[in-house]
């Protein structure tokens, strides 16, 4: 979808908007497209129900986004259609939700229609009660009877039939919705004792589901999951294990080299609709690439390997290559979006043989390419047109090179040559819509992925862009009273636990990157608001809107306690993970008090979730095992202090005080008030508060209260590093 497609009101061919159409104003580039078709929309609102209960309709809920193309299918087929959207004006309230804006509403209705039909995704087409209740729903409807499916003018007639003459089984078909609703929360709820049988439990069914033949875990589709792949990790650094690591091994390796992978622009796509990582859905998500980017980074940290560093590389290019102002100015776009209009599919990022050999205007090179890239490989090829072919690593360069009979480094010249002359003809090409809308949460993503890229991958500068955006979130979109705007710029904007959740983890992490305290409190202030706002007493556990805020109807009060990563971490697993870490830096007592709330709220239930709560069972790892305590007294930028930032453990608290300190209370980093002094200060084990004072430059290693000898230049601290984890 391009950018004039998304702005329809820019585009004479545009369908005539419907008389009453309230979607103009809206801030979202998917609504503002829907400002321009024939429906009458309503934006998501007390407004819209109370149309419905007035004029005793339906309403008619469309649930999208930006980046979805069949969200852009149906919109051309149906919503554009005026024959159809004068049965829908006639019939219903229609009303439009962007998923992106609004994910909690499309959380309880995405549950509905799941539990409705076996099936969710996007678009999502609910039809509910003028209360706000689902009664029937779907996806994706066709315009025309095919493949089992009804056409959506037959659906449109065939629901507004039995609301009109059969209101009690539809009264009674959302009673059973919302009684199944109510059962599924109450099996995803259920508190326990928060042991360490859920990790082990957690990484044995990572084993069980684990493909030995092209990585990832269950069946195709194939989404992917950081927070599992994160387990693996820690899994293999703590234990030594040779199958934690085969696993990640295998599964990011099939990921990067996969057409899941951009290959050519760098960034990973939403998902793999095939086992092998290769036809990906071509949208890019915030979200994924931010939770990647550190799993890659801090993969090859551990492992070493080249193509995990050029990953990470090409997902900070990418960001940089589509939105370059955004980031100079603090903030990530949310996604780039899978087509440049409703009728392409994937032409912007897939090529013909023709397309290369034009590309590339040498035999050789072409060769090269097409041997490279898997065109000798029919599942590379696109499901409607087989000439298009998504390009994936089917050969590595050592393998490349000897079918060549090439030496590799001659090999990789020839292709970063062939990369560079297919982006730049690629950049030729009508590019999909970039949303740049700045959601806090997905940023505090990313930036958490580039402060792991400079910190792990020595990636320079990556660290400031994502502080920089972290800053502007807390200048231009928190208050003390109110959190973090989901949208930033916007008041109006709703509060979620994800965007806290999700801040408070990147704030900490850049507080680790950089040392400066004023991260660190503003690290505090969220998780203030987070325990206030957010926080159930009843359960322990946080909801996913704020305690003191009502909803539009009653379905949207209802209570939700995300803990699922589906896809992004999820806000209780993140929350809790932060919080312990703040504990760790500042001997917050409650914040841990809460994290631990938090662990056994789901304690009983999160080990039928398993791998799909990776990031609750890290929080649970952070609490039960030991951590790591390295403190450096050091000039800023010395060797030691590079040193303990590069230090893997899964649970490393790193702290730098400047030399010359008499008494531990002198501690004066960036702290300019006595208040940033103490929380500077706070929360180091006794053991290391009296060493602090020592003569520079010297780093100390604890784990727990076993503390090693301390050492006084970086190949000693790497050292004491690996004897203290070992």
């Known amino acids: ?12 061919a545009a369908p005539k908007a419907a008389a009453g159409n309230e979607l103009a104003g809206e801030r979202s580039p998917f609504l503002q497209h829907g400002a321009h078709q024939p429906v009458a929309w309503r934006p998501w609102g007390t407004t819209a129900f109370e149309q419905a209960r007035v004029q005793d309709r339906p309403i008619l809920l469309d649930i999208g986004a930006v980046w979805c193309h069949w969200c852009h299918v149906m919109d051309r087929e149906s919503y554009e259609h005026e024959a159809t959207a004068a049965l829908i004006n006639e019939l219903y309230v229609p009303v439009k939700v962007d998923r992106d804006e609004r994910p909690d509403v499309d959380a309880r209705y995405q549950r509905a229609v799941q539990l409705l039909t076996g099936q969710g995704g996007w678009p999502l087409t609910a039809f509910l009660t003028p209360d706000g209740d689902v009664f029937h729903g779907g996806t994706y409807f066709p315009p025309v009877a095919s493949h089992g499916r009804p056409s959506f003018a037959h659906v449109l007639q065939e629901v507004a039939r039995v609301w009109r003459d059969e209101r009690p089984r539809a009264l009674e078909a959302s009673s059973q919705i919302g009684a199944h609703l109510a059962a599924a929360a109450g099996a995803e709820l259920k508190a326990g004792d928060p042991g360490e049988s859920l990790v082990t439990d957690t990484l044995e069914e990572l084993s069980q589901s684990f493909d030995p033949a ?23 650094l703590e234990s030594g294990s040779a199958a934690a690591r085969r696993m990640l091994e295998k599964t990011l390796g099939a990921m990067i080299a996969g057409g899941f992978h951009d290959q050519i622009g760098g960034g990973f796509h939403r998902y793999s609709t095939d086992a092998r990582w290769i036809i990906p859905h071509f949208e890019k998500m915030a979200y994924d690439n931010g939770a990647l980017l550190v799993t890659c980074a801090r993969s090859y940290a551990v492992l070493g390997l080249p193509e995990y560093r050029e990953a990470v590389m090409g997902v900070i290019a990418h960001y940089h290559d589509i939105a370059p102002a955004l980031l100079d100015a603090g903030g990530f776009p949310a996604s780039q979006d899978a087509d440049h209009s409703p009728a392409d599919d994937g032409d912007y990022w897939t090529w013909t043989r023709e397309e290369i050999a034009a590309a590339l205007e040498d035999d050789e090179l072409t060769h090269v390419a097409l041997t490279h890239y898997g065109f000798e490989d029919p599942a590379g090829a696109m499901h409607i047109d087989q000439s298009r072919h998504v390009l994936f690593r089917a050969l590595t360069t050592d393998a490349l090179a000897k079918r060549l009979g090439a030496g590799v480094a001659e090999v990789e010249r020839r292709l970063q040559h062939i990369r560079t002359q297919l982006k730049s003809v690629r950049d030729r090409r009508p590019a999909p819509y970039v949303d740049t809308t700045i959601y806090s949460g997905w940023t505090a993503l990313v930036a958490s992925g580039f402060i792991a890229a400079q910190r792990f991958a020595g990636i320079d500068g990556a660290a400031d862009t994502a502080v920089g955006a972290l800053e502007r979130i807390m200048r231009d979109a928190f208050t003390p009273e109110t959190g973090v705007l989901h949208r930033v710029g916007d008041p109006d904007t709703a509060v979620h636990v994800d965007d806290h959740a999700h801040m408070l983890v990147a704030l900490i992490d850049a507080f680790e990157q950089t040392q400066n305290p004023v991260l660190l409190e503003h690290a505090l202030s969220v998780a203030r608001v987070l325990r206030r706002r957010f926080l159930d007493p009843d359960t322990g556990a946080l909801r996913d809107r704020p305690l003191d805020e009502a909803g539009a109807v009653e379905a949207l009060e209802r209570p939700y306690f995300p803990i699922a990563d589906a896809p992004s971490p999820s806000g209780n697993g993140a929350a809790a993970l932060g919080l312990l870490r703040l504990h760790a830096y500042t001997g917050d007592i409650g914040a841990a008090a809460d994290a631990r709330g938090i662990l056994r709220a789901f304690a009983g239930s999160a080990g039928r979730l398993g791998s799909a709560a990776a990031t609750y069972m890290k929080a649970l790892a952070w609490d039960l095992r030991p951590r790591m305590t390295v403190v450096v007294v050091e000039e800023t930028g010395g060797p030691m202090w590079k040193t303990a930032l590069r230090s893997v453990h899964p649970r490393t608290v790193v702290r730098r005080f400047e030399p010359g300190l008499k008494r531990p209370d002198q501690v004066r980093t960036l702290a300019k008030r006595p208040d940033q002094v103490r929380v500077q200060a706070a929360g180091l084990p006794p053991e290391l508060a009296a060493m602090v004072t ?8 604890c784990t727990g209260r076993t503390c090693a000898e301390p050492a006084s230049d970086a190949v000693t601290l790497t050292q004491r590093l690996h004897e203290i984890r070992s």
């Open 1 to 12: 979808m391009t950018k004039k497609a998304a702005h329809a009101s820019n585009d004479p």
């Open 214 to 236: 092209h990585g990832g875990f269950g069946a195709a589709p194939r989404f992917p999951n950081a927070g599992a792949l994160d387990l693996l990790l820690d899994e293999h």
């Open 694 to 701: 020592g003569d520079a430059p010297r780093g100390y290693v």
